[in-house]
């Protein structure tokens, strides 16, 4: 399996920050944004780059930018908002698709209510963020819906995640590559990640 578990200190603290009870919206929202930021960093070491001509105060010289389509940023609604200015903070360029999904109350299976991605998907390195990684349902059914619509090259980026929710998503698409903040210890009878750190939508937009 492609997953890769981040042990930057910096990443470490600022998760801790956004666990506790008393971090307000407005911190919450940033260190969201920050942590997207740094995880960016770690998941896009492998872009394509290609040498340009460039001139500078002293000569011409040829250097790297990167290469090919630009990045596709797919959030997962509503959460994975908080994520995306993290990684555009990064790659400017990049294009922003969306992906809604609601769990049905009766059989508690995703269902897709919006989907909107980049032109040309298929040729762009794409990455989905959502800052928790549960039950891997709403993961799962979004990496469906990419694929189905022609997406190959799949990053997903998660802040925290539980065990049961890598491995859901780790069998159903094993060919993707995956980035987890912090693995939290597990899911309780209600499918909350523990000790996670509440509902993460509420706490970045301020709802309950």
Known sequence: MSVSYMTHPLIKHKITLLRKYSTGTNEFRKLIEEIAMLMGYEALADLPTADIEVTTPIEKTLQPVINGKKLAVVPILRAGLGMVNGILALVPSAKVGHIGLYRDPETHLPHEYYCKLP?????????VVDPMLATGG?????VDFIKARGGRKIKFMSVIAAPEGVSALMKAHPDIQLYVGCLDRCLNENAYICPGLGDAGDRIFGTQ
Request: charged residues 30%; glycine residues 0%; aromatic residues 0%.
């Open 119 to 127: 032109e040309a998907i298929d040729e762009r390195q794409i990455v």
């Open 138 to 142: 709403s993961a799962v059914a979004a």
